[in-house]
């Protein structure tokens, strides 16, 4: 049950984001990429992971992609459209892709994976990870809204248009 | 109980996916999701790890990294606002200025 589950999900996944980077509407690729993230939520919760999976939901699939999906409205895609000019840079970018997938393979295969048999039954539950988090993780998770703040101030300082004098 | 090479092998497919279609891509606001879907596959292996060494500092990380990707997705994007206002267009071929 569980293989056809992460199947089904790692499928649709790779799918979509082969739809999103194929297709050339980018509203449409904003749709693909929800449907990836979505799906990616679902293999963390197979890996015992359900509040990285509510996360990833959320703030992946909710809150990112709305930004996305603003930017695209605000932006007038087919004002822009230049002839496509440079069609040669697909062959080494391909090139490039199977160099990657090949090494990226054969270092997996290579690593040694630490397995510690029987999981605890309230492994990455929200009550475990708070704990960990508001204890061991206490500081980078004070500076981490910080690193928020800042963020979202310089986001409105580099829209804000200049008033005219 | 599902290997946990899978989920390694398609972490480094989704990152290869992203890798390329970071390259081939040319505009600016899919090229930038395409960063994300290369965020995301190393949240993938971090989970994996997390899972077979049975420690929640993966899982930590993985968190973190979600917050830090939303705070870049805020900033990217209001850069690509801003390219958009100056150059009229997010094809990366028409930001050539500095090309020489």
């Known amino acids: 049950m569980a293989v056809f589950l992460f199947i089904l999900l790692s499928l649709t996944c790779i799918g979509s984001i082969l739809g999103m980077i194929l297709s050339k509407n980018q509203a449409h690729s904003a749709l693909y990429l929800i449907l990836a993230f979505v799906c990616t939520g679902g293999l963390f919760g197979l890996m015992s992971a359900p509040f990285i999976a509510a996360v990833q939901i959320i703030i992946y699939a909710g809150a990112i992609m709305v930004l996305f999906i603003f930017v695209i409205m605000m932006i007038d895609i087919r004002k822009g459209l230049s002839p496509e000019r440079k069609k040669w840079i697909l062959y080494p970018s391909l090139g490039i892709g199977l160099v990657l997938i090949i090494e990226l393979i054969f270092i997996l295969s290579n690593t040694l994976v630490p397995s510690k048999a029987g999981t605890i039954e309230s492994f990455g539950s929200p009550k475990t990870l708070g704990k960990v988090l508001f204890t061991k993780y206490l500081y980078p998770f004070e500076i981490t809204s910080v690193l928020i703040i800042a963020a979202l101030v310089g986001a409105i300082v580099l829209v804000k248009k200049k008033e005219e004098k | ?100």
């Open chain 2, 1 to 100: 109980m599902i290997p946990i090479y899978y989920f390694l092998i398609l972490s480094a497919v989704l990152f290869v996916m992203g890798t390329v279609g970071f390259l081939i891509k040319k505009d600016l606001i899919t090229q930038f999701m395409c960063v994300e879907v290369m965020l995301n596959a190393a949240n993938v292996a971090f989970i994996a790890f997390a899972r077979s060494a049975s420690s929640l500092n993966g899982q930590i990380i993985v968190f973190f990294i979600i917050t830090v990707a939303a705070a870049e997705a805020a900033v990217g994007l209001a850069i690509i606002l801003l390219v958009y206002r100056q150059k009229k267009s997010i094809k990366t071929e028409d930001s050539s200025l500095m090309k020489g």
